[in-house]
T-cell receptor, first 109, second 116 residues
Framework: RKEVEQDPGPFNVPEGATVAFNCTYS??????FFWYRQDCRKEPKLLMSVYSSGNEDGRFTAQLNRASQYISLLIRDSKLSDSATYLC??????????FGKGTRLHILP | DVKVTQSSRYLVKRTGEKVFLECVQDMDHENMFWYRQDPGLGLRLIYF???????EKGDIPEGYSVSREKKERFSLILESASTNQTSMYLC???????????????FGPGTRLTVL
């Protein structure tokens, strides 16, 4: 099993719809989790940290499921500007950071 | 706003050349990182530094070295470039804290290096 896995997509979603994608991790000792957004030909930028209790920022909700070892990102009322690649990042206990390969999201007008 | 700048957006070098990639951040961050990003492989950490003159190996340090003589500047060095080092190189920085990796990382715009 790969250390961090994401469905590469692309997810083609109509504007206004809700979309969710997951990121699974193999190391149960992983401690911190993040979602980054990367636009085409741009650098990644932090979207959200993922807390144990789950957290919400506007239309975006991030959740952690430790039992099943995945984090999720939910986008409600999707906008055209949400089109991007979404990378998860997992910090393992041995001071190792692993990024997923990213999930491509296309919001369709 | 945090600003992380990289010396070049595009670079073309020949096999065997010594290559320097420079990264500068203006937010007094303690931690700095070098990654490479390749299609199908994602972002992989090469080296990071949590203080001046300190460095730690990431996942793929082979063929690379780094230098951090000043807090704001972190250099990635390819001693003898090879074609398999053709990639997008991204620098990042973050505040200090309980651990270099645990805080939000701010990325530079990237340097696309081609080794012929």
């Amino acid at each position: 099993r790969k250390e961090v896995e994401q469905d590469p997509g692309p997810f083609n979603v109509p504007e206004g719809a809700t979309v969710a994608f997951n990121c699974t991790y193999s190391n149960s000792a992983s401690q911190s989790f993040f979602w980054y957004r990367q636009d085409c030909r741009k650098e990644p930028k932090l979207l959200m940290s993922v807390y144990s209790s789950g957290n919400e920022d506007g239309r975006f909700t991030a959740q952690l499921n430790r039992a099943s070892q995945y984090i999720s990102l939910l986008i409600r009322d999707s906008k055209l500007s949400d089109s991007a690649t979404y990378l998860c990042a997992v910090i393992q206990g041995d001071d190792k950071i692993i990024f997923g390969k990213g999930t491509r999201l296309h919001i369709l007008p | 706003d945090v600003k992380v700048t990289q010396s070049s957006r595009y670079l073309v070098k020949r096999t065997g050349e010594k290559v320097f990639l420079e990264c500068v951040q203006d937010m007094d961050h303690e931690n700095m990182f070098w990654y490479r990003q390749d299609p199908g492989l994602g972002l992989r950490l090469i080296y990071f530094s949590y203080d001046v003159k300190m460095k730690e190996k990431g996942d793929i340090p082979e063929g690379y070295s780094v230098s951090r003589e000043k807090k704001e500047r972190f250099s990635l060095i390819l001693e003898s470039a090879s074609t398999n080092q053709t990639s997008m190189y991204l620098c990042a920085s973050s505040f200090g804290g309980e651990g270099p990796l645990y805080n939000e990382q701010f990325f530079g715009p990237g340097t696309r290096l081609t080794v012929l």
